[in-house]
């Protein structure tokens, strides 16, 4: 079986032009293994929310395709779904997508002696985030200076 990343890229190629036909977006694949099991689980999203009914639909409709394109070598379990009120931030797009909510990120570099930051995302651009934390203070972050981040769920 060839590794995990790659089968992840060689499943989205697959799945994500089905998808998109049925006009949501693809927005992540993750294969892990539970208790001796294969997940596949692949992450939609659409503007307004995903559905249970779309996330039935789209097991539906690339459950048929994978079976025919047969990209995984053994048997695994399919499970789609959200990537919820807290997901993770990892494209230029997601970051746009959030603009205007709230969202924690951790840097590789620190920037003003910081690497963990809680704001505000006011501008997303192609290279960099702006971040409105408290007090006004704005700090700008370069993608590529991103270890991880996601959105911030206010209760």
């Known amino acids: 079986m060839m590794d995990k990343k790659a089968l ?8 994500e032009p089905v998808i998109k036909a049925l006009g949501i977006e693809l927005f992540s694949i993750e294969l892990s293994t539970e208790r001796g099991r294969l997940i596949l689980r692949v ?6 929310g995903v559905t249970i009914d779309d996330c039935e639909l789209v097991s ?14 053994r048997a695994y379990n399919l499970e789609v779904s959200s990537p ?6 990892k494209r230029p797009e997601d970051y746009k997508r959030a603009s205007g909510k709230k969202a924690r990120v951790v840097t590789l570099e620190p920037i003003d002696k910081q690497t963990f930051f809680v704001g505000d995302i006011i501008d997303a651009g192609d ?14 972050i370069p993608y590529k200076n991103i270890s991880w981040a996601r959105l911030e769920v206010n209760v």
Do not use: Q
């Open 8 to 15: 992840e890229i060689k499943v989205a190629g697959i799945i």
């Open 43 to 48: 992450f939609i999203d659409k503007a307004g």
């Open 60 to 73: 539906r409709e690339i459950g048929s395709i994978l079976e025919v394109e047969d990209p995984v070598e």
């Open 84 to 89: 919820g009120i807290d997901r993770p931030l």
């Open 127 to 140: 290279m960099e985030i702006v971040l409105l934390l408290p007090k006004d203070k704005r700090v700008t």
